[in-house]
């Protein structure tokens, strides 16, 4: 089984305020992708990265895919009470033709 | 605009009680998923069917059994509830390596 483990699990900031999300693993994946989920709704995809040390960026939110495809990281600058929510990775196994989830983030900016 | 639509939203279940949760989604989509989402955690696979005509246990699958009726719809079935099935259950689809879509959720209580 492909674990993969989301630190920290809660975090709570002040509008602002920069902050990182990690996601690791033992196991390498073809891609990564990040979700954000807020309450009474499903997950809903934020980026996707495939290629080893690729870094994307999406307004105040850069997502990184370690070299070994092994682990990421997000980053938001500047949180905004707006960015509140679940934040969950997934990893994907292209030949178990299925994603492992992380147990997520949840992340509270306070205004 | 549908997507992934699950029904029911919410349900009550005594113990030892059957129910059957429905999900169909739009977009001609080959995979097929049910998760699961406990409070503050992350999501955790239960079944999922690569293609029509197939299906494969998750990580969670006891208590649960899956039928893949076409393309379009996934069932999920309790046949005997339990406490520990209280849960959010999220349906969802995908190609392989593409976005993950997600239903909205049913909140499950099993009393």
């Known amino acids: 089984t492909q674990l993969l483990e989301q630190s920290p699990q809660f975090l709570s900031i002040q509008e602002g305020e920069n902050l990182t999300v990690y996601c690791n693993s033992s196991?390498?994946?073809?891609?990564l992708q990040w979700y954000r989920q807020e309450p009474g709704e499903g997950p809903v995809l934020l980026v996707t990265?495939?290629?080893?040390?690729e870094v994307k960026k999406l307004k105040r939110l850069t997502f990184q895919f370690g070299d070994a495809r092994k682990d990421s990281s997000l980053h938001i600058t500047a949180a905004q009470p707006g960015d509140t929510g679940l934040y969950l990775c997934?990893?994907?196994?292209?030949?178990?033709?299925?994603?492992?989830f992380g147990d997520g983030t949840t992340l509270t900016v306070k205004p | 605009n549908a997507g992934v639509t699950q029904t029911p939203k919410f349900q009550v279940l005594k113990t030892g009680q059957s129910m059957t949760l429905q999900c169909a989604q739009d977009?001609?989509?080959?995979?097929m998923y049910w998760y699961r989402q406990d409070p503050g955690m992350g999501l955790r696979l239960i079944y999922y069917?690569?293609?029509?005509?197939?299906?494969d246990k998750g990580e969670v699958p006891n208590g649960y059994n899956v039928s893949r009726l076409n393309k379009r719809e996934f069932s999920l079935r309790l046949e005997s509830a339990a406490p520990s099935q209280t849960s959010v259950y999220f349906c969802?689809?995908?190609?392989?390596?593409?976005?993950?879509?997600f239903g909205e959720g049913s909140w499950l209580t099993v009393v």
């Open positions: 969802a689809s995908s190609e392989v390596g593409y976005t993950i879509y």
């Open positions: 196991s390498v994946f073809s891609s």
């Open positions: 990265v495939v290629t080893g040390g």
């Open positions: 997934a990893g994907l196994n292209t030949n178990a033709g299925k994603s492992t």
């Open positions: 977009m001609n989509h080959n995979s």
């Open positions: 069917s690569a293609s029509e005509g197939t299906t």
